[in-house]
């Protein structure tokens, strides 16, 4: 092949572990740079990396060009350390990948208070989840729980392959353990076809999620470690 991703995004089976590797590679706009021992792909737009292999140090000098606390970088755990000498100045966690057991649930009748975002209503969502959905939301089905005229949750397919995709889910401020999740989350699965499988991944700090991820009838499958800035407040789920 004379497209470098493509050759690599062939080479990667489609397997949770290698869920946003291969979904950086099918993105046009997305970057890679190699050596021989590994790669790195990254998207300046979304702020995240995949580290693959034992890639270069000097790599990821070019694969992050913006110094952002917003960036994340995730690997494998056998390229964790190869991966993490290349940005000392991020810190790792493990994150628990799960997958669905079962066939996908389906509700006997639509949530009357589900929603399906549009570019409008990004203004009713708090800024740091604006900036997050104001690419995913031409691209992928956003729905958001609503309250008293109010955005409570928000559930989306963050990113796809042939097989998979990765759910992403954010409950605000004082809506939250109120079962507003479970609800946005069942009416997401409900609505996506049997031909992808949803692959759910949290941090192990992230105790809240790994417990609905439960709830919803995931199960531990594998490991992935997550880095970001040691000045950021946190990984996303």
């Keep these: 092949m004379d497209d470098p991703k493509a050759a690599l995004l062939a080479a990667l089976p489609d397997i949770p572990r290698w869920l946003e590797a291969r979904a950086l590679l099918a993105m046009p706009d997305a970057q890679l740079y190699a050596s021989p ?16 292999g034992q890639p270069a140090p000097h790599l990821f000098t070019q694969a992050l ?32 990948l799960h997958v669905l057991e079962g066939p996908i649930p389906r509700l006997a009748a639509p949530d009357p208070d589900v929603i399906q975002l549009g570019p409008h209503d990004l203004r009713r969502v708090p800024d740091f989840m604006a900036r997050e959905l104001e690419r995913a939301i031409h691209q992928t089905e956003v729905l958001a729980l609503e309250t008293g005229g109010v955005i409570a949750s928000v559930a989306y397919a963050a990113s796809e392959t042939a097989r998979l ?9 004082p809506h939250r353990k109120k079962g507003y999740a479970a609800r946005v989350m069942r009416a997401l699965l409900d609505r996506r076809s049997e031909v992808k499988r949803p692959v759910w991944g949290a941090t192990v700090s992230n105790e809240e999620s790994l417990r609905l991820a439960a709830r919803l009838g995931f199960r531990p499958f594998e490991e992935i470690v997550v880095f970001t800035r040691k000045s950021s407040a946190g990984a996303p789920s």
Excluded at 65 to 91: N, R, S, Y
Excluded at 165 to 173: E, K, R, V, W
Aim: proline share 7%.
């Design 37 to 52: 021992e590994g790669f790195v792909v990254s998207s300046p737009l979304d702020k995240l990396a995949c580290g693959v």
């Design 65 to 96: 060009t913006e110094v952002d606390p917003e960036w994340t970088v995730l690997a494998a755990p056998e390229d964790a350390d190869a991966v993490g000498a290349g940005i000392p100045d991020f810190e790792r966690e493990r994150a628990i």
């Design 165 to 173: 995709y990765d759910l992403s889910i954010d409950t605000f401020g």
